[in-house]
C-alpha cells in the first residue's frame, strides 16, 4: 500500500513540475517582449531580497513539521502564528528603507521594488506551512491541483494586465497575487482549525530545529544565486538581466531532478541502503547514471540549438543569452553528474560533511566570480565551469570511501554517455555543414529530433544494459527487493 502512495506521489509531483515549467515558460516568454532588459535585471535583483529573508521568515518550520512525529492544529497553530509574526517583522524592516537615504538611482528603484515585493515573505512562507503538512501524508495531489488551477488564473492575469497597464507594474502584480491566490484556495481545501494560540514549549522547539536549518539554507541560497549576486553588485541590471534569462534556461532543465530529489531519488537510494547497504555504491552510480544520461542530451540539444530557440522564442533585445550558454551548459554538465552527492550526504547522516561542502563552494564562488566578474559577463560562465569543476573532483575524490568504489569504478559507468555525446556531436556537425543549415523552423525541429533520436540509438549500441536500468530501479522501489539482491 505505501509503495502505491509513494507512486502515486511522484505521478503527481512530476504533473507539478512539468505544468508549472510550461505555465512559468508561457508567462515568460510573454513579459519578455514587453519588457526592457535592465528593467529585468531591477527586478531580479528585488527578487534576490526578497528570496533571502524569505529564507529566514520561514524559521524551517516546513521541514519542522515533515520531521516531527506528531502534529496537531495546536502545533500547526502556533506555527502559522510564528511564521506570520517573523514575516510581518521582515516586511516592516525592509519598508523601512523609505526613510533611508538612497543616493543611488539604480539601489534606490531595487529597494522600491522590493518594498512592493515584500508582501511574498509573508505569503510564501505561510503557503509552506500548508504544503508541509500534505508533503508528510504524501498528498502532492492537492498541492498539484492548486498549483495548475492558480497557473490558469496567474496566466490569465498576465494577458489581461500586459494588455491594459505599464508591463512591469503587471509583472510585479503577477509575482504578488501568484503565491496569495495559491494560499487563498489551500487555506480553504486544508482541514485544520486555526486559533490563537502561543506555546513557550513549540517555539522553542521551533527555533531549536528551524535555526540550524535557516542557517544551510541561507548558505545554499548563496551559492545557487552567487553569480546573480555578483553580477547585481559588480556590473549592473542591464547584465544582470542577461545573465538571469540565460540561467533561467538552463535551470530549468536542472529542475527536473532537483525537483524529485527527495520525493522519488532518495526514497529509492535509502531503502537500497537499508535492505542491501553492501550494494549501496553500485546502485548509486546506476542512479547517476541514469540521471546524466537523461540531462546530457537535453544539455547537448540546448548547445547546438541555442541560436533559433533564442530566435524564435525571444526578441533581440535577449539574443546575448547565446554568448552565455555554453559556459553555463558545461558547468551543468559537471553539475548533472553530481545530483546525488550533497543528498546523499544527508542520507548516511554526514551533515557536518555536507555543510563544509557547501561552505566551500561559496568561498569558491566569490573567489572566482568577483575577479572574473570585472573582465565582464562572459566571464562570470567560465568561473561557473571552473567551480563546477573543482566541486565534481572533489566530490568523486569524498565518494571514495562513501560509495567503496575507486575513482575509475565511478566514472566507468558513464562512457556510454560520454562516447555517444561525443559521436552524436561529429556526426551533428558534419550533417549540418553538408546539408548547409538554416535557421527555419523546419531545421530546428528537423535537427533537434534528429539529435535525441541519434544519441539514444548510440547508447543503446554502445551500453545497452544504460537502456534497462530505469526499468530494475522501479522495480526495486514498486515490487519487490529481489532485484537488489540479482
Known amino acids: 500500500m505505501l509503495k502505491k502512495i509513494i507512486l502515486i506521489s511522484g505521478i503527481w509531483s512530476y504533473t507539478n513540475i512539468i505544468f508549472t515549467a510550461l505555465n512559468l515558460t508561457l508567462i515568460a516568454l510573454i513579459f519578455s517582449r514587453f519588457l526592457t532588459v535592465s528593467d529585468y535585471g531591477s527586478y531580479v535583483s ?260 541555442r541560436r533559433p530557440l533564442l530566435t524564435y522564442l525571444l526578441p533581440e533585445r535577449f539574443y546575448q543569452i547565446e554568448s552565455l550558454l555554453p559556459g553555463l551548459i558545461f558547468a551543468g554538465l559537471f553539475l548533472s553528474m553530481n545530483y546525488l552527492f550533497r543528498p546523499t550526504l544527508i542520507l548516511i547522516g554526514k551533515t557536518r560533511q555536507r555543510l563544509k561542502f557547501d561552505l566551500l563552494r561559496l568561498i569558491l564562488s566569490f573567489m572566482f566570480l568577483i575577479p572574473l566578474s570585472n573582465l565582464g559577463i562572459i566571464y562570470i560562465t567560465f568561473a561557473l565551469v571552473l567551480i563546477e569543476l573543482i566541486l565534481f573532483l572533489i566530490s568523486q575524490y569524498l565518494l571514495k570511501d562513501i560509495i567503496k568504489k575507486s575513482l575509475f569504478q565511478q566514472f566507468y559507468p558513464l562512457r556510454g554517455t560520454f562516447i555517444a555525446v561525443l559521436v552524436t556531436s561529429i556526426i551533428y556537425c558534419g550533417t549540418a555543414i553538408f546539408l548547409n543549415y538554416d535557421f527555419n523552423l523546419f531545421s530546428f525541429i528537423f535537427y533537434s529530433l534528429f539529435i535525441l533520436i541519434t544519441y539514444v540509438f548510440i547508447v543503446f549500441k554502445i551500453d545497452k544494459s544504460l537502456m534497462f536500468e530505469i526499468r530494475d530501479l522501479t522495480k526495486i522501489l514498486f515490487k519487490d527487493s529481489k532485484v537488489i539482491d540479482s
Open 46 to 305: 528585488a527578487n534576490l531580497i526578497i528570496e533571502f529573508l524569505s529564507n529566514i521568515g520561514g524559521l524551517g518550520v516546513s521541514a519542522f513539521l515533515i520531521q516531527r512525529e506528531k502534529i496537531d492544529n495546536k502545533i500547526i497553530s502556533v506555527c502559522f502564528l510564528l511564521i506570520s509574526l517573523l514575516s510581518l517583522l521582515l516586511i516592516l524592516i525592509l519598508n523601512t528603507t523609505y526613510f533611508l537615504d538612497l543616493n543611488s538611482p539604480n539601489i534606490s528603484e531595487i529597494f522600491f521594488i522590493s518594498r512592493i515585493l515584500s508582501w511574498n515573505i509573508l505569503s510564501k512562507n505561510l503557503l509552506s506551512v500548508i504544503n508541509a503538512i500534505w508533503f508528510r501524508e504524501l498528498k502532492n495531489k492537492p498541492i498539484t491541483q492548486i498549483s495548475i488551477i492558480s497557473g490558469f488564473i496567474s496566466f490569465l492575469l498576465v494577458i489581461f494586465l500586459t494588455s491594459s497597464i505599464d508591463p512591469f507594474k503587471a509583472l510585479l502584480i503577477f509575482t504578488i497575487s501568484q503565491p496569495i491566490i495559491q494560499l487563498i484556495i489551500s487555506l480553504r481545501l486544508i482541514k485544520f482549525k486555526l486559533f490563537l494560540v502561543y506555546d513557550f514549549l513549540i517555539i522553542k522547539e521551533i527555533f531549536d530545529y528551524g535555526i540550524p536549518i535557516v542557517f544551510t539554507r541561507l548558505i545554499g541560497y548563496l551559492n545557487l544565486n552567487s553569480p546573480k549576486i555578483v553580477c547585481s553588485i559588480f556590473l549592473g541590471n542591464y547584465e544582470l538581466g542577461i545573465l538571469s534569462s540565460a540561467i533561467l534556461i538552463t535551470e530549468s532543465i536542472h529542475r527536473i531532478f532537483f525537483s524529485s530529489m527527495w520525493s522519488i531519488w532518495m526514497p529509492l537510494l535509502g531503502k537500497i541502503r537499508r535492505e542491501a547497504p553492501i550494494r549501496f555504491g553500485e546502485f548509486y552510480l546506476r542512479l547517476r547514471t541514469i540521471q546524466a544520461a537523461t540531462i546530457i542530451p537535453i544539455l547537448l540539444l540546448l548547445f547546438w540549438m
